[in-house]
């Protein structure tokens, strides 16, 4: 029903810049809010960044300064795009990325998380 499409991953040095994007489509009544995670090697998924509805956002410490999140909302074709552009990249941001989304669906009552298939980030020299 809904779909998240990832890209921009990718491998830069340290202190380098990438851009993540992604898309969802679907059968999408409203999207409360969308955000992205990692998951380092050897770590737990964390949260980076999350945007609500309203613009309002939230990042992990360690990427504060360094990330900014930023949403386009687009009403034709139920298309919604959060963009995740990553600045003095370091070592300890090498992780597979995750997009995530909080979405009201246009059939059913309620509201349902969905995840991207995850795009990877390395950080190295």
């Known amino acids: 029903q809904v779909r998240l499409v990832e890209s921009g991953g990718g491998l830069v040095q340290p202190g380098g810049s990438l851009r993540l994007s992604c898309a969802a489509s679907?059968?999408?009544?409203?999207?409360?809010?969308m955000g992205w995670y990692r998951r380092g090697p050897g770590k737990q998924r964390e949260l980076v960044a999350t945007i609500t509805s309203g613009d309002n956002t939230n990042y992990a410490d360690s990427v504060k300064g360094r990330f900014t999140i930023s949403r386009d909302n687009a009403r034709d074709n139920a298309k919604n795009t959060v963009y995740l552009q990553m600045n003095s990249l370091k070592p300890e941001d090498t992780a597979v990325y995750y997009c995530?989304?909080?979405?009201?669906?246009?059939?059913?009552?309620?509201?349902?998380?969905?995840w991207g298939q995850g795009t990877q980030v390395t950080v190295s020299s």
């Open positions: 995530h989304a909080d979405v009201q669906l246009v059939a059913l009552p309620g509201q349902f998380d969905y």
């Open positions: 679907g059968s999408i009544f409203g999207i409360n809010a």
